[in-house]
């Protein structure tokens, strides 16, 4: 009896958590208190702890340890505090984020971004491409949050 209490109180639990569907990484975060692009570039300027909310445009195809995100009209280049966690290499297009951490405003060298280039599958020609450096927000997460 004890069994089939406890499976009629937790099943419903389970699934209520799985159909939300949101996915963590690194630190468990919540979701409030984000801010806009233009709050994200004040903490640039800071160098203090922001929350925002992005669309994923890609992520690292080889290990999951990039994602480039779409916040209101600026593209962010995300990567992980200490490499000390990954995000799936693949089917995050278009899905929502929560990311927390450190933003900086940035210059991303011509051999990071052809690094990069070379990650997402680029071919050779257009990786060559590359011979300039981007200035470019770039943002540390210390935890995701994917819907």
């Given amino acids: 009896m004890k069994k089939i209490a406890f499976l009629i109180f937790f099943i419903p639990l389970f699934s209520l958590a799985q159909s939300e569907g949101f ?3 690194g630190e468990k975060i919540n979701s409030q208190n984000t801010v ?8 640039a300027k ?3 702890l922001a929350k925002v909310n992005g669309t994923i445009l890609s992520s ?4 999951g340890c990039w994602m480039q995100v779409q916040v209101e009209t600026d593209t962010v280049q ?17 899905k929502k984020t ?16 052809r690094h990069y280039a070379e990650d997402a599958g680029k071919s050779k020609s257009e990786i060559e491409q590359i011979t300039k450096p981007e200035f470019k927000l770039s943002f540390i997460a210390n935890g995701v949050i994917i819907n």
Avoid: A, W
């Fill in 23 to 25: 996915k963590y990484y």
């Fill in 78 to 94: 995300v990567t992980f505090k200490d490499y000390g966690f990954f995000v799936p290499k693949t089917g995050l297009e278009s």
């Fill in 36 to 43: 806009t692009l233009k709050g994200l570039i004040n903490h």
């Fill in 46 to 48: 800071e160098n203090s």
């Fill in 60 to 63: 690292c195809p080889k290990k």
């Fill in 98 to 113: 929560v990311l927390e951490g450190f933003v900086k405003q940035d210059t991303i060298s011509v051999k990071m971004l």
